[in-house]
């Protein structure tokens, strides 16, 4: 499975421009679909690490391929071992954010104002998800 790190990159692109097609009113058929679309990485990520070879090592599921040939841009993915657990890392935390997005009503979305930890531009995401809902 060459394009493995590709699906993984791709699928919730994917995935959230299906949900653009639904209409706005099938609000259940929306929010069960971003939760079922988010779990896909992480089965994704899951079978990467135990698929790819400690024995190995280097690089692996490498993807090399022309983009944009005129201007020499190609598309060129792969992982080695210290990628694997932050790609799963990150596949998991998006499974578990999802849920929580979904059953989190509007008014609770309203995020308080910055307490100097963090920026409000760390917290666009989490006001555009609320915004679609």
Same mark, same amino acid.
């Given at each position: ?15 959230? *421009?299906? &949900?653009? =097609? +639904? ?7 929306? $929010? ?13 990520a ?6 790819y ?9 490498e ?7 005129a ?6 993915v792969?992982?080695?071992? *210290?990628? &694997?657990? =932050? +790609? ?7 499974? $578990? ?6 059953t989190m ?8 104002p ?7 531009s760390?917290?666009?995401?989490v ?7």
């Amino acid at each position: 499975m060459d394009n493995l790190l590709t699906f993984i990159t791709f699928i919730p692109l994917l995935g959230a *421009l299906l &949900i653009l =097609l +639904i209409p706005k009113d099938d609000e259940r058929t929306i $929010k069960n679909l971003a939760v079922g679309i988010s779990f896909v990485p992480l089965l994704l990520a899951i079978y990467l690490w135990f698929a790819y070879s400690k024995v190995q090592g280097g690089y692996q599921f490498e993807v090399l391929a022309e983009w944009i040939p005129a201007i020499n841009v190609n598309y060129h993915v792969g992982v080695d071992g *210290l990628s &694997i657990p =932050l +790609i799963f890392l990150t596949a998991l935390l998006a499974s $578990k954010i999802a849920p929580a997005c979904v059953t989190m009503s509007r008014s609770e979305a309203i995020l308080p104002p910055s307490t100097g930890i963090a920026s409000s531009s760390d917290f666009v995401g989490v006001l555009a998800i609320s915004h679609v809902y």
